[in-house]
């Protein structure tokens, strides 16, 4: 007898399904867009740039996101911190998502470069404003610190997805972000650092909990739909003896329990990542990135800012 057919079925986990993200992306940039107003009321044509550099960044990723059929993707804009692009897949491939990582930043990279260029030729000051903002956010991006996109090109493409090694980078690289903060002197970057630190507790948890899981021995590098049955039962069973609140919520009646437990096992799962990426293309993609940053250095001490000073 199959062992999985002693459990069970699991419960179906219905996904939301987004129809419509403008309005929502609409409304995240009118809230960016005051929060900004509030604080910087005088500098109106940054903001305005600010927002260009940003929505060109995540439309990158929204594109090759939609071209690689992910579902329910999503643009927000987030007050005094930035913005970012949401969006899943069941099963996730390598060289996609290395692809839909580096073109967020790689395309502001080469326009900012562009933009340089043309306000030294022509001495425009909005234009060098302009290309510094699209150099820097986009080469600051790249970095190799979670949770930014030289953060999640570093995770991919050493293509390591356990627990510890992902607490450790996150851990290292929230430090990494407060003392750099602190180095400039710039309170929101140290707030963000905290920010990424709380998150170190939460992955502290699921590390302990997939370590229980692995004494179990229970598969959870697979989507919701490939879990079996047994799995699911196991899964369920550790997560309501470690929290005190889903002890209580079980008292309800199978048809408000099911869905929210599903969705708290199906958290609990890593995506699995298809090592599509051939080494050739690894390394292809690694000279890209180190390139992103040298050609901005090179081109400021090519150009001649003599232009700029003089004005000051």
């Known amino acids: 007898m199959d062992n999985d057919s002693l459990y069970p079925d699991k419960p179906i986990l219905v996904k939301e399904e987004v129809k419509n993200n403008w309005g929502l992306t609409a409304f995240s940039l009118l809230l960016f867009i005051l929060s900004f107003l509030l604080l910087f009321s005088e500098k109106l044509l940054f903001i305005l740039f600010l927002i260009i550099v940003l929505f060109i960044h995540e439309m990158g990723h929204l594109l090759f996101m939609k071209a690689f059929k992910y579902e329910n993707v999503r643009m927000l804009f987030i007050p005094l911190m ?30 900012g470069c ?19 903002i699209f150099i820097f956010l986009n080469t600051v991006n790249l970095l190799p610190l979670d949770p930014l996109d030289g953060g999640q090109l570093f995770k991919l493409l050493v293509h390591r997805q356990r627990d510890l090694f992902m607490m450790i980078f996150a851990l290292v690289s ?12 710039d309170y929101l970057i140290i707030a963000f650092g905290f920010i990424m630190g709380i998150r170190v507790r939460g992955m502290q948890k699921n590390h302990v909990l997939r370590s229980t899981l692995d004494d179990l021995e229970v598969n959870y590098l697979c989507t919701y ?19 005190a609140a889903l002890k209580k919520y079980m008292e309800f009646s199978d048809d408000d329990v099911n869905p929210m437990i599903a969705s708290q096992v199906s958290s609990i799962l890593i995506a699995p990542i298809k090592k599509d990426a051939s080494l050739v293309f690894k390394i ?29």
Not at 114 to 132: E, M
Not at 225 to 243: G, M
């Open 174 to 185: 929230s430090i990494l972000m407060i003392v750099i903060g602190w180095i400039i002197q």
């Open 225 to 243: 739909e490939e879990l079996s049955n047994r799995d699911y039962a196991t899964i369920k069973n550790v997560l309501i003896e470690r929290s």
């Open 114 to 132: 562009v933009t340089f260029i043309l306000a030294c030729v022509y001495q425009n000051d909005s234009a060098l404003t302009l290309g510094f």
């Open 82 to 111: 930035g913005a970012f692009v949401q969006g899943s897949k069941p099963k996730y491939s390598q060289r996609e998502s290395l692809l839909v990582v580096f073109f967020g930043p790689f395309p502001g990279l080469l326009l």
């Open 284 to 312: 292809t993609l690694f000279i890209f990135w180190i390139i992103s940053f040298i050609a901005p250095i090179i081109l400021l001490f090519s150009l001649d800012f003599k232009w700029y000073f003089d004005k000051l």
